[in-house]
């Protein structure tokens, strides 16, 4: 006999599958360049079933090397933040935490700045971002030492390091051509308007791995949201486990920003909704944040490139959205996490 949460649980894991799916084929459609449903599903059949054999057509061409790379793209990336926070607010027990309280937005920010500004075409923005964005968190770690499992110490870490790159960014846009300038400004303010096959191929083997691993962990931050004495009390390596944590919500955050530029936000606030939802079992949290957290940046992104004739970064609407959604929440946070 099932009870009222696992009601809720099943509606809100139907639902999300549905949002997926609805926002899936409605990206596809969304455009400048006008297609049919009709032209979409051959199109995907073609490519799916067939080999994309056959002839290309502008239909294939806007779909395939496009509109889908496009998409997919948000999915996993949404999936992505959305998870990380969403495990990190666990083992630290905090809902203010979320996976740039480690310093990786200004990491990321500070790699492919150097990439645009002074290292050039030699060394992709993206794996610049990435590397970076790993070098913030290792400096986060560093800072906060011995006591790097308690969730103060990494939020003043945290703000410590980021506070460090995000000077070295200002240096570094102070001494960038206007040129160099430009692309950096777009790129921090996040898009998905370059996406492609390629950012797929870099991106997509780190963040699936890592999504993966924390939803298969998903049982052990049950234990470790209970606190440091209780899980020790049940024989886990707090330690071990918190740093385990960290370095994949890092390695994914960092893969999903590198290809993507900054969008915040979005990993404070799914995980939260989520737990409204369905309440604060982890078990049920992480895997509905992945999808909730993929449909959030999928809508976003429609949003952006339908709402005028240009595109708007998807940063900017995400922190829109997101700041006065954050003050509603905070206010009822209590509620939320007991």
């Known amino acids: 006999m099932t009870g009222p949460r696992d009601r809720r649980t099943s509606a809100a894991i139907g639902l999300a599958l549905l949002l997926c799916l ?34 290309s057509s502008p239909a294939a061409d806007v779909i395939l090397r496009i509109r889908l790379p496009r998409v997919l793209l948000a999915l996993f990336a949404g999936a992505a933040l959305a998870v990380s926070g969403a495990a990190l607010q666990a083992i630290f027990r905090n809902p203010l935490v979320f996976e740039y309280s480690l310093g990786i937005q200004y990491g990321a920010a500070f790699g ?7 290292l050039g075409p030699r060394v992709p923005a993206q794996a610049a971002a990435f590397a970076a964005a790993i070098l913030a968190v290792l400096a986060v770690l560093a800072v906060a030492g011995r006591s790097a499992s308690r969730a103060v110490s990494i939020l003043l870490s945290g703000i410590i390091v980021s506070a460090l790159f995000q000077a070295l960014l200002s240096l570094v ?3 960038a051509n206007p040129y160099a300038l430009q692309a950096l400004i777009f790129w921090l303010m996040g898009s998905l308007g370059r996406a492609g096959w390629g950012d797929l191929a870099i991106s997509l083997p780190v ?132």
């Open 207 to 338: 963040i699936g791995l890592g999504v993966a691993a924390l939803v298969l962990l998903r049982w052990r931050l049950n234990v470790l949201s209970l606190g440091d004495e209780e899980a020790r009390a049940l024989g886990v390596n707090v330690r071990r486990e918190k740093m385990a944590v960290i370095v994949l919500a890092t390695l994914t955050t960092a893969a999903a920003t590198a290809v993507i530029g900054v969008v915040s936000w979005l990993g404070l606030i799914v995980p939260h909704l989520v737990r409204m939802a369905v309440g604060p079992d982890n078990r049920n949290v992480i895997p509905l944040s992945a999808a909730y957290g993929a449909a959030l940046l999928l809508a976003a992104d429609d949003v952006c490139r339908s709402l005028a004739s240009f595109e708007i970064p998807i940063g900017i609407l995400t922190s829109v959205i997101g700041i006065p959604f954050f003050i509603v929440l905070l206010k009822k946070s209590g509620r939320i996490w007991q």
């Open 173 to 175: 846009e102070f001494l």
């Open 112 to 118: 492919a700045a150097l990439s645009l500004v002074v």
């Open 22 to 55: 609805f926002l899936f084929v409605l990206s596809l459609y969304l455009g400048a360049y006008r297609l049919s449903p009709r032209e979409i599903l051959s199109v995907l059949d073609q490519a799916i079933f067939h080999g994309g054999t056959g002839a």
